[in-house]
């Protein structure tokens, strides 16, 4: 009798890592079906991994499915293999990795079907329709529009603007009907618009792009990389197949969806946070049944099922918000490259300053360079240059000299932008009497003030208070806000130069979509005008009135610990720099420092990206780090000072024992406690991946015999952020 049960092997979303066993009597149960299982006293959705004839156990302690949701699987083959990859690779529990790669309406059981549903006009004698039409002028008017056409697809009615409302009263008088089919592949002809006739640099790194394989786009800003994703795409579709482009945000960069929109008649869809769960599901469904051609997303759309993929493109791949910092730490460019492995298409890295790892690949011949040395319009590059800020006796981060070059630029009708990567007005809030300052309760962190709102604010809790009259230590009216934030360089701007407007761009003016649109539409009308924002102002946007760049504060990228912070510090300076002068005006980029003889930072201004992270790569194989070693950190926090540090102790003593791997630590982060939760890590290298997987797996077994109700940890491989 039990030859009848099917076992299942089920990924259940469950911080556990591995997967549950269930039955199930037989039915036709492929990989990547979705089913309802009972565990513990819940009822959880699963994804089917496998399944056999073999019980893991006991049968009597196999419990049964109770509901097979789909008759396909939702995922496709090479879907599930990345999936299981990732999950494999990033040591995270398999459940939770399916569930990242699935909108929240799939993962609670909403059905899918690769059908579509089309509308076709019936075809109608003309005298009839005038007759069912001639008191409805407004129907009329309808179907004036499509009477000459066949079928429409959803896309096609969002296009004309038509809602089911208005199609409906049609639908009732049979002039209209609508059916349920496959999607048809996409139009052989895509393009709306031609493209670009393509400069003698853009034209061999598209001739690159082969079948398969990992290619490295470095092209600096303006020099006409979109234009190669672009035809890229077009070629693509031509062949019937879809392409997958990640960005690193959507919403800040409108520019770039309406240039796709405004190339293909395809139609371009997007999946990211901003939508609504149901147009996620929407999106999500149209990718999956392959009505959707060309798909934008952020970093977890490079899960999107494809049902005929095509290309995969990374723009930005540089970008830290492609590694997502909790939870499942993947980084979605990696495995963008994975997947267009798995799939066999080619994957295209893009930047204008690529990161080390990628360049490392290059230099070990997995992936391919292009370049992209110079700007496409014609434009000259930008020019840098280092302003000695110790001679000066300013107390203000805008220099005197650079006020005066401020105040040329946007006499001249230009426009200027200072990047600052600190918002609120000021980043302490100081006791001249007692030297007390304003910090947050919760975490390790000096309170930010913010003027506008008179509150001071945790900028990594939320926490928020009122700003203080008096001392909250000894009592005096004594507080001053001491430093520079956006909102304080915006007062002094508006102050220095009255008859210019100031436009602040950052996350506390850009909380709405349509704020960030209106400060751009300003910004691209083009008058005379000083933008001033944090590194959001750096991304991917194309600010063609801009001839003048500040970039205050890289001091402290320069001298920080983290080995990191110097790459992290040049990609910003370029990419700021590149947002100057891309018509016809040359742009000058400024950047104050008290470190103008820095070797590398001039090796940066004088001899371009490229060449300055080959001294970074030399750095890097000389110390042994990332990417010529691999690193893997295991984090733990506890309410209690020292609990997580004697967790962590006693794991580094019984792996160090056991493992080739080198374990550094435990060590306590700079900023120890974090949302009331004091954290201490261990950091694992090894210069061989296997043997750092190896040790990984050592580690979490070690995790589960040290009893503890106290501590909380999580795995971290390829940290990003070491602090
Ligand atoms: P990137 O993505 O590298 O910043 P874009 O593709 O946005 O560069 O191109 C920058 C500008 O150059 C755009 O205005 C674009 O229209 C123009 N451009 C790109 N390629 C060409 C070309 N082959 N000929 C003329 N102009 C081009
Ligand atoms: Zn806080
Ligand atoms: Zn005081």
Redesign the pocket.
Known sequence: MNKARLYLDIAVPVPIRRSFQYWAPYFDARPGIRVRVPFGNRELIGIILSSGEQPATEVEKIKPVLEVIDLEPIFSASLIEICNWAANYYLHPIGEVYFTAMPSKLRNGLKVSKQVTVLTVKETDPSQATQLLHRAPEQNKIWQLLKNRSELSSADLKALNLTNSRIQPLVNKGLLARHERTPLPQSAAPLKQAG????HY?QEAISRVKDQGTYLLH????????????QLIAKTLRNGQQALILVPEISLTPQTLE?FEQRFTVPVITLHSGLTEQQRAANWIACYNGSAAIIIGTRSSVFAPLLRPGLIIV?EEHDTSYKQQDGFRYSARDIAVIRGRRERVPVVL?S?TPSLESLHNVNLGKYQLSS?PL?????AKEKYQLIDTRLSNSSSLLEKPLIKAIGKTLNAGNQVLIMINRRGYAPVLYCNECQWIARCEDCDARLTVHRRQAVIRCHHCGFQADQPKICGHCQQQSLVPVGEGTQRIEESLNNLFPDFPVLRVDSDSTHSRYALQDLLDQINQGKPAILVGTQLLAK?H?F?HVTMVIVLELDSGLMSSDFRSLEKISQLIIQAG?RSG??SRPGRVFLPTAFPQHRELKQLIGKGYLEFSKTLLAQRQQHKLPPFSFHALIRADSKNRNTALEYLDQVRKTAASITQAEILGPVLPAMEKRLGYYRAQLLVVSDNRAELHRAMLQIIDITETIKTRSVRWSLDVDPYDLY
């Open positions: 670009l006739d393509l400069n853009q092209g600096i800003t303006g020099s006409g990389k979109t234009e190669v994703y672009l240039r723009d893009g204008a992209l700007r496409a319009t014609g434009a991917g194309h063609s590149g891309r018509e």
